[in-house]
């Protein structure tokens, strides 16, 4: 037995064809795999960021019973924004950042025109704490707001488009950016920041929202319009307002009072922990939810991206399997004259058996090293590059960078190996099972 490994390692060298054939399937089907999952994870990394660190922070706080009513935007379900509730959350391990907000509805309108929407008061001293990409999600060219704003209002771009103002684009297309240097590149991008710029100093929008605070009293208030915002939610773009807290509180009649806490945390891998400790820390009259339990569409966009993704892998492995099935059972009928002789001279089935198999894995080993080898330098030059795409549901850009983890390079070459073995397991068992009397006579 312990010279089946020398002689598998040998045979795979002399059977050079056969061997290439099944080494390079596998090297295919481990790096179009390993491709496939840096995309699928480069565009959840997207998502996940501008949830995560764009918008609704990693983890948020209220009122208990709050989520179960947050069709209605319960304002009533108010909780005190103070240093001391600050400080117990910033305690707990793995927070970064702790920001308060009020999440409110009513009426927004240009003079002529007046629909609905939904109101994001943020603490403008604080929020980048818990959401460090909050300024990036204005598009490129207006102004995120500011400490010191209070009149003023950043608007989904989609929403400032159906009041009829002329939204500039913050980008050139996506095709002029994947054909030009990084350096005009730049250029093109700073180009039509300035344009942007030149239109919006000529004119500044004024809308006027109107909204009612949990007591029941209607209030109403002038802002200027400061920059438009821009999300991966199409709903977003539509219907919601940014505005200062210290407005909203003043607005609705909450001074002193937020709807939500949002935070920040160190490592996303440790997310569930710090919930729990944090629910721990703030008692029952507060309940605490992770990003993914609070954004639906996000979560189950990436989950179908996962299932899109599996699918295909399976696909391909199907493939790999049968070109390794069929080149290991040619391989036995090329070797009968050796397989008959090995059985002849005392060799077990058994140790044939093991032969074949240790072939395959040998094989399934290497060409799954090359792939995940050719597959990880193939992701690190894309990544370093970036390729500029535009976000769904939004014409705002970012710069896609696949990657995949250690651990799924490690686990797609001993699947590699496994695959190789289980392929074949067919023709291995047909190789130990020849007479080896009929097997030295028909070769």
């Not at 002399?14 to 699928?40: C, D, P, W």
């Not at 922990?273 to 009259?285: D, H, S, V, Y």
């Not at 070109?323 to 060799?347: D, H, K, P, Q, Y």
């Not at 970036?386 to 390079?409: D, N, R």
Request: aromatic share 6%.
């Amino acid at each position: 037995m312990s010279r089946l490994p020398a002689l598998a390692a040998r045979n795979v060298g002399r059977n050079g064809r056969r061997s290439l054939i099944t080494g390079a399937a596998i090297t295919v089907a481990v790096i179009m795999v390993m491709l496939l999952k840096g995309f699928v994870s480069g565009a959840a990394g997207l998502m996940v960021a501008d949830v995560v660190e764009g918008r609704s922070g990693a983890i948020q706080v209220h009122k208990k019973g709050y989520v179960d009513s947050i069709e209605s935007v319960p304002t009533r379900l108010n909780i005190p924004y103070t240093p001391e509730l600050i400080a117990k959350i910033q305690a707990v391990p793995n927070v970064k950042g702790v920001t308060g907000r009020i999440v409110f509805n009513g009426l927004v309108g240009n003079g002529s025109t007046q629909t609905m929407f939904i109101g994001r008061a943020i603490d403008l001293e604080r929020e980048t704490q818990a959401c460090p990409r909050a300024k990036s999600t204005v598009r490129a060219g207006g102004e995120p707001l500011s400490p010191g704003d209070g009149a003023h209002v950043l608007i989904g771009y989609e929403l400032s488009e159906s009041f009829g103002w002329a939204v500039p684009p913050p980008l050139p297309p996506t095709d002029a950016l994947l054909t030009t240097s990084a350096a005009q590149r730049g250029a093109l991008v700073a180009g039509s920041i300035a344009e942007w710029q030149a239109k919006a100093s000529a004119k500044r929008h004024t809308v006027s929202v109107q909204s009612t605070s949990p007591a029941g009293r209607s209030n109403a208030i002038d802002l200027e319009v400061k920059g438009y915002s821009v999300s991966s939610m199409p709903f977003e773009n539509k219907r919601v307002l940014t505005v200062p807290l210290a407005t909203a509180q003043a607005l609705i009649d909450l001074d002193g009072r937020v709807t939500e806490y949002a935070i920040g945390v160190e490592d996303l891998g440790h997310l569930e922990e710090t919930k729990l400790a944090l629910q721990a820390a703030l008692g029952p009259e507060f309940e605490v939810h992770s990003w993914h339990e609070l954004n639906t569409f996000v979560r189950d966009v990436i989950n179908r991206q996962n299932i899109v993704f599996s699918a295909i892998s399976m696909v391909l492995f199907i493939i790999a399997l049968t070109v390794i099935a069929n080149t290991m059972l040619m391989s036995v009928f090329e070797r009968v004259r050796e397989i008959g002789t090995l059985l002849a001279v005392g060799v077990r089935r058994r140790q044939v058996l093991q032969l074949f198999i240790i072939e395959a894995a040998v094989i399934g080993l290497i060409g799954g090293v090359i792939g995940a080898a050719v597959g990880r330098f193939a992701l690190f030059v894309i990544a370093t590059i970036g390729i500029p795409i535009e976000m769904p549901g939004t014409s705002g850009h970012a710069l896609l960078q696949p990657s995949v983890t250690l651990p799924f390079v490690i686990g797609a070459v001993i699947a590699a190996m496994f695959g190789a073995l289980a392929a074949s397991a067919l023709p291995a068992r047909r190789a130990s099972r020849l007479n080896p009397v009929d097997a030295l006579r028909n070769a």
